[in-house]
């Protein structure tokens, strides 16, 4: 079998920088991959890395690359971890900002061309060196099936993962000119979008495959429901769309060995002891009771609008709840009002990687009303520190979380309550049914043992990517 050489690139890797779930698959992914392929992970170098912790170092002279009729000072840079080589691109336009994207309400103005920098420097990088397959994922590098199909001497077969498809990145027409892009490719079936330009499209157009997170998601996606308008176009291109399940990485996510949690542990015994310091460290009262924990984006998708609902009704249960997150300040001032008044919610505002580790370990239940779900992670994290999810069925949630009703020892996958619909009632009804479960502890016990024991690695979907790579080049 040919070894493949792949390009990995990808917006946010951790532990560099992360926002959410890709930051952790473009970290795990390449790792398992490295067993297989060489894999080299290329992303921003943006100016809150921290280059002498990880010891990034230049790789070469800097230079200029004209894009449109601008020139945009360039510098790589690298490192190595763990087999994977890093390659970072470092220009001041598109790394020299305090957030990845923008604050929480909106992407910054000038995204098409910091993005379109990092596009073109991938490309320059495909030039230099040759590699098999550029795996790229999301909007964020999605240019760049379009820029070397104008370039033959790049032989380069492309893959385009969709993470998240209502995240498209689409801006003004005027940056075609920006971006040096050819005119012609602003059409129907090119990048042109509602008046705008799409570089989600240009993934999806110009790419030898394009696969989503989840089988669930890559069929929803095809719906007027979950396609984002881009029903249609996905319908177009349907016979190079995949779905493939995310995994995790199951050294970093595994209680036994995770240095950030009060008290490691593999036994159900020993997540006690970090639900009574979480209690405890937080003035929650009760042991005893479930504690509910909802850890992510405040946003529509991930169903705020669900918890901010239901929140008051489910404090007056014997249970206490945490939430963890960072996002839209709608939410966050409702959070807060709703957490004031109850002294069993504790609101976490922020994003805080050591204090999520640690509430999954807390956790009796993970609770995920999302609207859609690509993949989630939150979910597989939850299965392996022994914390019951309880879910929305729709997209990767249903390819991950089997219902509870159908529970099987000798099944190989995580079985969690899951429910549908958003009436609130049926959703409260459904908590419910988890509280009545918790409180039959050996029934409930015997369930997290499984899931514990469950395998939520890279290791299938690994070789699920391989045979894509293999399919690119077909
Ligand atoms: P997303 O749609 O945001 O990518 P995923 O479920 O795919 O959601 O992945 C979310 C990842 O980000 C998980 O590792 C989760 O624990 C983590 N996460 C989300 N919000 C926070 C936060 N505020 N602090 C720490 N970790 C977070």
Redesign the pocket.
């Known amino acids: 079998m040919v070894k493949e050489s792949v390009l990995f690139a990808s917006s946010e890797v951790y532990p560099f920088a992360?926002?959410?779930?890709?930051?952790?698959?473009s970290h795990s992914l390449p790792c398992a991959l490295a067993e297989y392929c060489d894999v080299c992970v290329v992303m921003p170098l943006y100016r809150f890395i921290d280059r002498e912790k990880f010891g990034i170092k230049p790789s070469e002279q800097s230079f200029e690359m004209i894009i449109g009729s601008n020139a945009y000072s360039i510098q790589w840079y690298e490192c190595r971890i763990e087999g994977v080589r890093y390659r970072f691109v470092y220009s001041p336009v598109l790394c020299e900002k305090e957030y990845l994207y923008g604050p929480p309400e909106a992407g910054y103005e000038d995204n098409a061309i910091r993005f379109g920098i990092f596009n073109y420097a991938i490309v320059d990088l495909l030039k230099k060196k040759k590699f098999s397959i550029a795996h790229l994922n999301d909007w964020q590098c999605a240019l760049v099936p379009l820029l070397i199909k104008s370039d033959p001497s790049i032989r380069t077969k492309t893959l385009y993962t969709i993470?998240?498809l209502a995240y498209q990145g689409t801006f003004d027409p005027s940056v075609m000119e920006m971006l040096g892009l050819d005119a012609g490719y602003y059409t129907l079936d090119g990048i042109e979008f509602y008046g705008q330009v799409s570089f989600m499209k240009a993934g999806i157009a110009y790419s030898d495959r394009i696969n989503t997170?989840s089988p669930t998601y890559a069929q929803e996606i095809l719906t007027p429901e979950f396609g984002c308008g881009l029903e249609g176009f996905l319908q177009l291109h349907r016979d190079k769309l995949t779905g493939i399940v995310?995994g995790?990485d199951t050294e970093h996510?595994s209680p036994s060995n995770d240095g950030r949690l009060i008290v490691p542990y593999t036994e159900l015994k020993g997540k006690r002891a970090n639900k009574s310091s979480y209690l405890k460290e937080n003035k929650l009262k009760g042991i005893d009771k479930a504690l509910i924990v909802f850890?992510?984006?405040l946003t529509w998708?991930?169903g705020m609008d669900i918890l901010i609902s239901i929140l008051p009704e489910l404090a007056m249960q014997e249970c206490n709840v945490a939430v963890?997150?960072?996002g839209e300040n709608r939410y966050i001032e409702s959070l807060e009002s709703i957490a004031s008044e109850y002294p069993n919610i504790r609101l976490?505002c922020?994003?805080?990687?050591t204090?999520?580790h640690r509430l999954?370990a807390a956790a009796d239940f993970v609770f995920?009303p999302s609207l859609f779900?690509?993949?989630?992670?939150?979910?597989l994290?939850a299965f392996a520190y022994g914390a019951f999810p309880v879910v929305r069925k729709v997209g990767g949630l249903a390819d991950t979380v089997q219902p509870i009703e159908a529970f099987d020892p000798k099944s190989d996958g995580g079985f969690g309550i899951t429910f549908e619909g958003s009436d609130e009632r049926e959703i409260l009804n459904t908590i419910d049914r988890g509280f009545e479960l918790y409180r039959n502890k050996r029934v409930f016990n015997a369930i997290l043992r499984h899931n514990m024991g469950c395998d939520f690695s890279w290791h299938e979907s690994a070789k699920g990517y391989l045979t894509l790579y293999r399919m690119c080049r077909e």
């Open positions: 992360k926002s959410g779930g890709l930051a952790d698959v993470h998240n997170v995310n995790i996510f850890i992510g984006r998708q991930k963890l997150g960072e976490h922020g994003y805080d990687e204090l999520a999954y995920m779900e690509p993949c989630g992670l939150n979910q994290i």
